[in-house]
Antibody, heavy 119, light 111 residues
């Protein structure tokens, strides 16, 4: 059974750096073909893809946020970490991680974590 | 503004059939990238409904079906049920953006 769970602060101040951790089980990111993505969803708005990391440590970022994002993995801990610098109130959203398959489909999702950016 | 275009809302009575369109361009759906569909119930994470245009993951009822043609894709739901009320998102890949893209979501109301 594949499970993913996001963790991180619920509240950050403007200009701070946000660090989110996705802890997963049921698969290994050292296995060929495995990939994990991060997404976000502002309240009442659509889903937005942020970043992806592959089993071979290839990394991909949303063009619009690329300068602010860093994704990394710790295979031994079954974790993927996303950092977002220079947080702004418009970054207030629920952040999700999910496992990605061969057809760019995301078949297992975490429950999401709501991050509010406010002073 | 989302890269893929979906109608903001659709509705139907119980038992009826509804379709949700997803329109893209030559750099995503039209470039032969697969379309995936997700159902998001209120307050929950998205759930994969259709992958690779028309395939259902295990456990998804065959009332849900997907198709793709040219630069567009479509999700059809037959035998509408009250618990189908949710937001539905299409998703693909865009070669110009080098990333995963979504539609703006469609809210399904069961009358």
């Amino acid at each position: 059974q594949v499970t993913l769970k996001e963790s991180g602060p619920a509240l950050v101040k403007p200009t701070q750096t946000l660090t989110l951790t996705c802890t997963f089980s049921g698969f290994s990111l050292s296995t060929s073909g495995m990939r994990v993505s991060w997404f976000r969803q502002p309240p009442g708005k659509a889903l937005e893809w942020l970043a992806r990391i592959d089993w071979d440590d290839d990394k991909f970022y949303s063009i619009s946020l690329k300068t602010r994002l860093t994704i990394s993995k710790d295979t031994s801990k079954n974790q993927v970490v996303l950092t977002i610098t220079n947080m702004d109130p418009v970054d207030t959203a629920t952040y999700y991680c999910a496992r990605m398959g061969l057809y760019y489909q995301h078949d297992s999702w975490g429950q999401g974590t709501l991050v509010t950016v406010s002073s | 503004q989302s890269v893929l275009t979906q109608p903001p809302s659709v509705s139907g009575a119980p038992g009826q059939r509804v379709t949700i369109a997803c329109t893209g361009t030559s750099s995503n759906i039209g470039a032969n990238y697969d379309v995936n569909w997700y159902q998001q119930l209120p307050g929950t994470a998205p759930k994969l409904l259709i992958y690779s245009n028309s395939n259902r993951p295990s456990g998804v009822p065959d009332r849900f079906s997907g198709s793709k043609s040219g630069t567009s894709a479509s999700l059809a739901i037959t035998g509408l049920q009250a618990d189908d009320e949710a937001d539905y998102y299409c998703q693909s890949y865009d070669s110009s953006l080098s990333g995963v893209i979504f539609g703006g979501g469609t809210k399904l109301t069961v009358l």
